[in-house]
T-cell receptor
């Protein structure tokens, strides 16, 4: 598998602000997944994307499957303190069976 | 999604010993996986736990160091053998479905090796 390029590495924002993070791969993916991991917990699946151009929301979270199939974006609107955690992108290549992960974006939200 | 539990949730072990981590799922699943997450790092796949046959290991991981059992479709174990401080990590099991192309993770086992 490959290590996905995820950015930014960390974000420190104020409550109420919007957040954007993205992930790129060196090859075409057929699935993009976004997870959130709280301290001491396992990653929790937030959003799954299956088609190029697909835009999917889960509450204040919106994610998009890039048109090139080599990238994905996650946006969080009106952030709140409980959004704090590490967000990971992950995905399956067309020809692979292993789930590839990004290095994570650490989000800190101040009240 | 499946409910996944892991035991123990955390442990502190001495160098040279072994620890077996259990993963239990509340429903039958075809695909189970074991990951390692080193401190401050992303997740790395150790192996795919195959029911009724030997696990499939990723590059850099070997059966002697990380033996895996998968006796049925709801349970798997991962043993970390002859531990060293470099094995201090969070170990996570996950279950996957290629039909939906998703994976769900257990809560993890936080291992510290002294």
């Amino acid at each position: 598998g490959q290590q996905l390029n995820q950015s930014p590495q960390s974000m420190f924002i104020q409550e109420g602000e919007d957040v954007s993070m993205n992930c790129t791969s060196s090859s075409i993916f057929n699935t993009w997944l976004w997870y959130k991991q709280d301290p001491g917990e396992g990653p929790v699946l937030l959003i799954a994307l299956y088609k190029a151009g697909e835009l999917t929301s889960n509450g204040r979270l919106t994610a998009q499957f890039g048109i090139t199939r080599k990238d994905s974006f996650l946006n969080i609107s009106a952030s709140i303190p409980s959004d704090v955690g590490i967000y990971f992108c992950a995905g399956y290549e067309n020809s692979g069976y292993a789930l590839n992960f990004g290095k994570g974006t650490s989000l800190l939200v101040t009240p | 999604s499946a409910v996944i539990s892991q035991k123990p949730s955390r442990d502190i072990c001495q160098r040279g010993t072994s620890l077996t981590i259990q993963c239990q799922v509340d429903s039958q699943v075809t695909m189970m996986f074991w990951y390692r997450q080193q401190p401050g790092q992303s997740l790395t796949l150790i192996a795919t736990a195959n029911q009724g046959s030997e696990a499939t290991y990723e590059s850099g991981f070997v059966i002697d160091k990380f033996p895996i059992s998968r006796p049925n479709l709801t349970f798997s174990t991962l043993t970390v053998s002859n531990m060293s401080p470099e094995d201090s990590s969070i170990y996570l099991c996950s279950v996957g479905s290629r039909a939906t192309d998703t994976q769900y993770f257990g809560p993890g086992t936080r291992l510290t090796v002294l």
